[in-house]
């Protein structure tokens, strides 16, 4: 359809690889934060991404200022507060992995409410949130529940959150 697909690519190799890519029009390669357009848009993408940036806010009000008046910016973040990264650091460890959660690239963690304190300093408001599930072992609740925490047993459930946000007018 009438879709035009814009990426940005921090390194010239991963803009090469993205050029050859059917269904993509241009790539801009460098730092998000220092691209330049006067182009705007009705969807930012950051899927698995923003753990990754050193000024994931920063990241968030460049996105803003480059949506179409009824824009949205699109997120995919991990939650650090899932049952396996709990069940890690109760037990001592933090385990860094090449993917997941423990990602040793992220330089980056949030929970459910660090991503809404985020999108609201960066003047955007979710209009959509989609949990990714994976749950923990039911006894991991049960244990963890007995100890006077309070514990919010439905996040620890929560692998990632999918995000939609919009600027706040």
Known sequence: ???RTVLVELTDDASARAQKRVGVDAVWTGNFLDW?????FDCVSFLDVLEHM????QALRQARSLLTPAGS???SIPNVGHGS???DLLEGRWDWAPVGIHCYSHLRFFTRHTIERMLQRSGLRPS???????PVPASWLTAWQGN?????ADSLNVYAY???AEAVS
């Not at 959509?128 to 994976?134: A, D, L, P």
């Open 128 to 134: 959509q949130w989609h949990e990714v599930r994976v």
């Open 36 to 40: 330049q357009t006067d182009e705007r």
């Open 1 to 3: 359809p009438n879709v």
């Open 85 to 87: 990264v709990v069940a």
């Open 54 to 57: 050193p000024y994931p806010e």
């Open 162 to 164: 999918l995000v939609r």
């Open 148 to 152: 006077g925490l309070k514990v919010d």
């Open 73 to 75: 910016v699109l997120m």
